[in-house]
Nanobody, 135 residues
Framework: QVQLVESGGGSVQAGGSLRLSCVASGVVFEHYAVAWFRHSPDKEREIVAAIGWSGGGSIYYGNFVKGRFSISRDDAKHTVSLQMNSLESEDTAVYYC???????????????????????????WGQGTQVTVSS
């Protein structure tokens, strides 16, 4: 059973920083891409950042990130982190961790798919963590 557990949300003032963590269990973590999405009442769910499987090296950031956030993974700890700096009030949202499998082994072959950026391509989700930025 795949489980994703987020932590690190909270309330900060504009210009501040937060570090979100997502710990995965029940999967071969190294074979999964992990992404952070966010959702606020006035916007659709949007991707914040994604990092590909441990052997791929792909990283994607949403356009609004503009160098303020950094995603990283620690395969030994089954953890993906999102360091968020220079936070703005517009970053207020519930942040979700999500995962999809990139590497599959079938009949002796290893199949690698591309990293996804749409939420409906991610079958596994955490419960979300609230980030509130006050101006």
């Amino acid at each position: 059973q795949v489980q994703l557990v987020e932590s690190g949300g909270g309330s900060v003032q504009a210009g501040g920083s937060l570090r979100l963590s997502c710990v995965a269990s029940g999967v071969v973590f190294e074979h999964y891409a992990v992404a952070w999405f966010r959702h606020s009442p006035d916007k659709e769910r949007e991707i914040v950042a994604a990092i590909g499987w441990s052997g791929g090296g792909s990283i994607y950031y949403g356009n609004f990130v503009k160098g303020r956030f950094s995603i990283s993974r620690d395969d030994a700890k089954h953890t993906v982190s999102l360091q968020m700096n220079s936070l703005e009030s517009e970053d207020t949202a519930v942040y979700y961790c999500a995962a999809h499998q990139q590497v599959e082994k079938r009949a002796g072959e290893t199949l690698v798919s591309g990293i996804q950026i749409l939420p409906n391509r991610y079958p596994y989700w955490g419960q979300g963590t609230q980030v509130t930025v006050s101006s």
